[in-house]
């Protein structure tokens, strides 16, 4: 492990900030690393949910880092169309021991290239898109395909931080930091996969987000002609 390991946690306008906040919980523990939240532009970001995440650095102005991690949300559709945006995740991503993405960041990754014949996993809401770019959809929380670890949906973004964190630095140190913030889920419902939250709460998350996928469909769509 070089000295200190670097992550580079690249935001955009309109991302979910727990995609993002997750795992920067669990990263930011490793001892002796170096976590850094970057953007396109610098300066603050603001979320799908208007929290503002400030003081984010320029992506151009990093040279190099061990991960990459690209967190997802409605804004995923823009990041994935800005050209710089992705040339600086391309470039990062070349010297990068892990390059990673949660939620459908995935997406954000195989829009820069970096998902071609690779397994990945997204959202679970958005996973059909990933053979757009020539990536093959897996619903699993975590996948990792040689140095490219992705993680399904919001959530998801801790199982893959913790999976990281034991190929990084062993599982002793994962689990106690899983411990350290009392990561024990025992959600209220079981209503946390399509399978088993039902046919009717299904259709109303896809029916909130057809409209931006068909968006994101069509402007891919346009960009490859």
């Not at 998902?115 to 679970?124: Q, S």
């Not at 209503?191 to 939250?197: F, H, K, L, N, V």
Request: proline content about 6%.
């Amino acid at each position: 492990m070089s000295n200190p390991f670097r992550t580079v946690f690249a935001i955009y306008p309109g991302l979910t900030q727990l995609d993002f906040t997750g795992p920067f919980e669990i990263l930011a523990r490793l001892p002796g690393a170096e976590t850094i939240v970057a953007s396109r532009d610098g300066g603050a970001i603001r979320s799908d949910t208007k929290l503002e995440i400030g003081a984010t650095r320029r992506l151009a102005e990093i040279e190099a880092c061990d991960l990459i991690c690209v967190p997802g949300g409605p804004g995923v559709e823009a990041a994935s169309l800005d050209p710089d945006f992705l040339a600086e995740l391309k470039r990062l991503a070349t010297g990068a021991r892990y390059i990673t993405s949660v939620c459908n960041g995935s997406l954000i990754l195989g829009a820069a290239g970096l998902l071609k014949g690779k397994r990945a996993a997204c959202h679970w809401a958005w996973r059909d898109l990933l053979p757009l770019f020539g990536a093959i959809p897996v619903a699993e929380r975590v996948v990792r395909d040689g140095n490219v670890i992705t993680g399904g949906g919001v959530t998801a973004g801790i199982d893959f931080a913790l999976t990281v964190m034991a190929d990084i630095a062993g599982e002793r140190i994962a689990r106690a930091i899983q411990l350290a913030v009392e990561y024990a889920p025992a959600p209220p419902f079981d209503s946390g996969t399509p399978e088993a939250a039902g046919p009717e709460t299904v259709d109303f998350i896809v029916t909130r987000s057809a409209s931006r996928k068909e968006s994101f469909v069509k402007s891919h769509a346009a960009t490859a002609e």
